[in-house]
């Protein structure tokens, strides 16, 4: 059926680590290519696989976080990576931290070791014809496999810098102040308003042309020098107090029925996706910190108490336009011999990545083995981020997205008890939806979880 009976895979981070893993736990030969010790990335030092470029941290460990219910789905399904988290950790409270020296040293030992797994430490700029392939060279891929890969997209298949405005769960918009309308009345209100007085504006205005921006490594600095495809909207204020006011934040056409009122700056904000869960700030691209994002956005009437599910964010990130050229298996539609992993489908986030290289290394497999393909439902984690990245947002431009409770299956009724509470119900159906899949996948840990009093504890 296919021409070798070996599958390649290109790039040793965490996804493809955890797409060979998969692979070859299920008996078949992998060819795992990593440029490193050759050739390093601008990001990359280390010799070993897995390298946690920034953090150690792997974000929260409890299931009432979005990232915290999918290391849970991926520890049940037997993740390498996950195994590696939790055999290295370090204290660091509600968060999974973890030794990064001893984690890629982990890793680095089990892929070399594997019978069915060859290392082959060289730079590869194209696909080997006829032969089962998951290509996951990360965000900083190097110019000729980008190429490639550009090449056979086409001129639009591939973004090389993400920048995004952030995205707020829709039920923590304050309705009492933000209203549903579209400039003039012009069509349905399909954007939320959330209106300011001058002295709100005067409040805002200040703090956010003051604030901290984001460390950048000197590669993104350079090439935010020479990226003209949207201006920060901290960048945009400081020329001048009243320039918003004539650009994202222009408030013409836009009268509050509730006061008959037209307000002095209206943020606009506009749907995620077809269900309504998600609203991103339009124009609100930003390269702020994170936690000045929250302090200086959480100003804007109707987002006090706001929960942020992305952040906005301007850095160089190689990625695919998504929902064009891939499934929800991560492979290709217009060769289904060629998967896709990592932060280059669309995923963000070390965890993200992992998950992503584990459906599309366990799909590879099983294209291999000629068996049914495992498509997730979009109740589990490792569903939504799939249905996210094979289907879009409701804008048609597509930008990378985090493990969060938007884009999973809503519930379709309401929990008492607030957001933890609903959180919890959540993720408890994800969970109970996984277990089939467990089954199929005959993944050990799933049977052990279950049998756990505390799901957070024990988990070497």
Request: one cysteine or more.
């Amino acid at each position: 059926m296919f021409k070798k009976d070996y599958i390649n895979v290109y790039g040793a981070g965490l996804a493809g680590c955890e797409a060979a893993w998969q692979i070859a736990e299920r008996g078949i030969k992998v060819r795992l290519f990593e440029m490193k010790p050759k050739k390093f990335t601008p990001a990359h030092h280390a010799e070993g696989f897995a390298e946690l470029v920034c953090s150690n941290s792997l974000r929260s460990d409890r299931l009432t976080n979005g990232v915290g219910l999918l290391k849970e789905e991926l520890y049940r399904l037997d993740s390498l990576i996950m195994e590696a988290a939790y055999a290295t950790r370090v204290p660091a409270g509600s968060a999974l931290a973890v030794n990064r020296d001893e984690f890629s040293a982990y890793i680095t030992d089990k892929i070399r070791n594997h019978e069915n797994i060859e290392v082959v430490e060289e730079e590869v700029s194209s696909v080997e014809d006829g032969v089962i392939t998951v290509i996951a060279t990360g965000p900083l891929t190097s110019r000729p496999m980008a190429d490639y890969i550009e090449k056979t997209l086409g001129c639009e298949g591939l973004h090389f810098f993400d920048a995004a405005a952030p995205i707020v769960d829709a039920s923590s918009i304050n309705m009492d102040i933000a209203y549903a309308a579209s400039r003039y009345d012009k069509g349905e209100p399909d954007y939320l308003n959330c209106p300011m007085t001058r002295e709100q504006y005067d409040a805002f205005y200040t703090e956010l042309i003051t604030a901290r921006e984001a460390e950048l490594h000197d590669f993104d600095r350079k090439e935010l020098k020479v990226f003209e495809g949207c201006m920060p909207v901290e960048v945009m204020a400081k020329r001048g107090y009243e320039t918003l006011c004539y650009g994202p934040l222009k408030p013409v056409g836009l009268v509050d029925k509730r006061t008959g009122e037209e307000a002095y700056a209206v943020v606009q904000l506009r749907k995620e996706n077809k269900e309504g869960t998600m609203y991103n700030l339009v124009g609100f691209q930003t390269h702020l910190a994170f936690p000045e994002q929250k302090r200086v956005f959480s100003m804007i009437p109707g987002l006090e108490n706001a929960e942020f599910l992305r952040y906005g964010i301007m850095h160089r990130n190689t990625y695919l336009d998504s929902p064009k050229h891939l499934d929800s298996d991560y492979s290709m539609r217009s060769n289904k011999n060629i998967f896709f992993a990592g932060q280059m489908t669309g995923v963000e986030g070390y965890i993200e990545s992992t998950g992503s290289g584990f459906v599309a290394g366990v799909n590879a497999a099983l294209k291999m083995l000629g068996e049914e393909k495992v498509i997730f439902p979009k109740k589990t984690m490792l569903g939504a981020m799939a249905e996210y990245i094979s289907q879009g947002n409701m804008s048609g431009n597509f930008v990378p997205m985090n493990a969060n409770f938007g884009i999973v299956e809503p519930l379709g009724y309401r929990v008492k008890g607030g957001k933890v509470a609903k959180y919890e119900v959540i993720a408890a159906r994800a969970l109970e939806a996984l277990d089939e899949y467990a089954s199929r996948l005959g993944a050990k840990n799933n049977e052990r979880r279950k049998n756990e009093v505390d799901p957070n504890e024990d988990n070497t």
